[in-house]
């Protein structure tokens, strides 16, 4: 699914990923977890396409090489980022958003747009799956969103659009445990054997919910350590300085 | 960014002229131009007075220089005052008579009469250069009373009321463009509702300029007699050209007792290429009077075209408990320039006007709103609500506001509220990483911004101009 080799990235002559190497396959799910200032956020902005970083080293996705293609094909292609912080569109109703995004994203696999009434089905089906009130949803988009509720929107938009790769923002920090696991509900419900997810986090508590197959641990831009579920509970017991 | 290249240029789609044979009166600006108009109309002599009038007073006016976007010196005497289709003055009794060419040229616009006829129920007088060439729906309108025909067949067919209103809202003296239009006005539309009639079609006029170095003075004069209402809609595009050119229109609307008008514009002329050359001036005159008690008038424009658009919808409201409101989006990219907003002089006693301004700037682009909210002494209780919102999109543009607000009474309450935002990298990464490309992004954002002006437009006027606020922003962010 996804093959990164010696991930080099800069951002107004600031180097942050200095050499970052991961494989993610079909079916896996990855968490990234690490300090502040440790380029998690970077990555997920140099995967998703975000511009303004130099970069150098293999990108990969599905075979093809990530660097050559914009935001927005990589987003059609299924590549779903979760923002950390979700930005506020005022005017832009949450359901048209979400609706005109799911259209383009099928008709970019040459399927069949939604109309209205199939999409609203769609959105009523996924939004009670994760238990989302629908009135939030006829609100603009992010626009007086509390915190939670924010994040159970990026959710939404990943159930809704069912991508391959799906990357994790520290979508659990500043959650209550509500929302959180709504947040994990949401993630494991999705998981199959073709999808793949990379979660970022500072934390372990949400990969408590949804057991990740490897733990990587990343600092000063670049994966000092990796391993699986164990990893992280030994973060969480001796913090990041420890661990080398 | 791979959607840094595109080429605007290209993308005014409505930029080609169509050959058509013209009548041009004398070139320059004289009393022999406008006696020949005059001639040409078929006018009475108490019009070509009222033009001679105006002209004598012209001569004592200057330009009005108050405004922020500046332009090169305008030399009148250069420019044709009346340019008419050949055509049209064999007077053409049905579609099937009018010059193929025009026809044509409708259907490059995307204006089919016939269909519009029979698919949208709007009536279309369609103002091609100066003279109107095709009016429908014409029976319709005539069993219920209405009148909705060119200004020229209303001076020969109903000069009492285009005697008694004509001038009424914006005087004779008024200013020097608006003194210009009265002098040297061409055509445009006139539109009389009788009294508790509610006019059952949003009608339509569509300008557009078309001869070289014509100046386009139309002039529109929208009567609702007691307890009517009328929605007016006025769209224009024109095709791409070099030399700068004057639009002067003057539109008076008067609404009498319990009536309403809506008055809804969408303004897309040749703004000029990328360098700012080109491009149309529109310095256009609207003014409403809500001359009758709980009359209403209601502007809504959507401004993305010309060089420079220089105007100020405003409202006179004398009767008692009369409404005036303002919608407006002004879109300027590249190096277009926009002075405008509204003036609501409250003069009758509970008065109420509210005023949404939404003003976008991109490019090297300059976006002024200037408004006055005047309330005067006897205008008791009265209110006013004004919003200005400015969306600058680069770090090149401008946007700014002036607000003049005078409450003359202590009853009355005046609010305003400002804000300038700049449209930011996040929202456009956001829109991106969901699967919209840039253009559509900023579409979608814009949109956003302008939502409660959107709304204030009839349906089918609405989804066409959703497309011209993305198609006009589009390669500003790159």
């Known amino acids: ?244 | 960014m791979k959607n840094q290249n595109i080429n605007t240029e290209q993308d005014y789609k409505y930029g080609f002229t169509t050959d058509i044979e013209n009548i041009r009166a004398p070139k320059g600006l004289s009393e022999k131009t406008i006696k020949f108009i005059s001639k040409i109309k078929k006018e009475p002599k108490w019009m070509l007075d009222w033009r001679l009038k105006a002209f004598n007073r012209l001569k004592n006016l200057k330009e009005p220089n108050w405004q922020k976007p500046k332009y090169p010196k305008i030399n009148y005497q250069d420019l044709y005052y009346y340019s008419a289709p050949k055509s049209a003055s064999e007077k053409p009794k049905s579609l099937d008579e009018v010059d193929p060419k025009l026809i044509e040229t409708y259907k490059k616009l995307g204006i089919p009469l016939q269909e519009q006829k029979k698919l949208s129920g709007i009536a279309v007088d369609a103002v091609f250069d100066s003279v109107s060439v095709a009016t429908t729906f014409k029976d319709e309108l005539t069993k219920k009373g209405i009148i909705f025909c060119s200004i020229s067949e209303a001076i020969r067919e109903h000069p009492d009321l285009v005697k008694k209103y004509l001038g009424s809202v914006i005087p004779l003296t008024d200013h020097y463009f608006a003194t210009l239009n009265s002098a040297v006005f061409t055509d445009g539309s006139f539109v009389y509702i009788p009294p508790k009639v509610r006019c059952p079609m949003e009608l339509s006029t569509y300008f557009r300029i078309n001869a070289s170095e014509t100046g386009q003075f139309e002039r529109t004069l929208i009567i609702a007699d007691k307890g009517s209402y009328v929605s007016y809609l006025e769209g224009c595009t024109a095709p791409m050209r070099d030399e700068n050119q004057l639009h002067a229109a003057n539109v008076e609307l008067i609404a009498l007792d319990d009536a309403e008008i809506k008055y809804s514009t969408v303004q897309n002329w040749y703004p000029g290429d990328k360098n700012g050359v080109g491009g149309i001036y529109n310095f256009v005159t609207k003014r409403g009077a809500c001359r009758g008690k709980n009359s209403k008038i209601s502007w809504t424009q959507v401004e993305t075209g010309s060089a420079i658009t220089w105007k100020y919808p405003s409202c006179i409201l004398q009767g008692d408990n009369s409404v005036g409101e303002f919608y407006s989006i002004a879109i300027t990219n590249n190096h277009q320039k926009a002075d405008t907003g509204t003036k609501m002089i409250h003069l009758g006693k509970n008065t109420k006007s509210k005023i949404i301004s939404k003003g976008i700037s991109a490019g090297k682009a300059d976006n002024t709103y200037r408004g006055l909210v005047d309330i005067g002494k006897k205008a008791l209780n009265s209110r006013n609500y004004t919003q200005c919102d400015s969306l600058l999109m680069g770090n090149k543009c401008g946007a700014h506001t002036v607000p003049y607000i005078k409450n003359k009474n202590s009853s009355s309450v005046v609010e305003h509220e400002a804000t300038t935002s700049k449209i930011n990298e996040e929202q456009l990464f956001y829109c991106n990483q969901r699967g919209l490309n840039q253009e559509e992004a900023i579409g979608l954002i814009v949109n956003g911004f302008c939502k409660e002006v959107l709304q204030q437009l009839p349906m089918e006027f609405a989804v066409e101009a959703q497309k011209l606020v993305g198609i006009s922003l589009e390669g500003s962010v790159g």
């Not at chain 1, 696999?109 to 009523?124: C, V």
Request: hydrophobic share 35%; with cysteine.
């Open chain 1, 1 to 244: 699914m996804l093959e990164i080799k010696n991930l080099k990235a800069s951002i107004n002559n600031k180097d942050i990923l200095k050499g970052l190497n991961i494989t993610i396959k079909p079916g896996e799910l990855h968490a990234i977890m690490g300090p502040n200032g440790s380029g998690k956020s970077t990555l997920a902005n140099v995967l998703s396409g975000k511009n303004g970083y130099e970069i150098s080293g293999e990108l990969k996705y599905q075979g093809e090489n990530l660097k050559e293609i914009p935001i927005e094909e990589r987003a059609q292609k299924g590549i779903f980022l979760a923002f950390q912080y979700p930005t506020e569109i005022p005017g832009v109703n949450t359901n048209n958003f979400l609706k005109t995004s799911l259209n383009k994203v099928k008709k970019a696999k040459g399927e069949k747009e939604l109309d209205t009434l199939s999409f609203l089905k769609l959105l009523k089906e996924k939004s009670s799956e994760l238990g989302i009130d629908e009135k939030m949803l006829s609100r603009q988009l992010n626009v007086g969103f509390s915190g939670g509720e924010k994040k159970k929107n990026e959710i939404l938009q990943m159930k809704i659009l069912d991508p391959n790769l799906t990357i994790l923002d520290e979508t659990d920090s500043g959650l209550d445990i509500d929302a959180l696991k709504t947040i994990a509900d949401g993630v494991n419900s999705s998981r199959d054997k073709k999808k793949s997810f990379l979660v970022i986090t500072h934390y372990q508590r949400l990969l408590n919910y949804i057991n990740p197959d490897f733990v990587h641990v990343l600092s000063d831009g670049k994966i000092i350590k990796s391993g699986c579920m164990e990893l992280a509970e030994e973060l969480e017991k001796k913090g990041y300085k420890k661990i080398n």
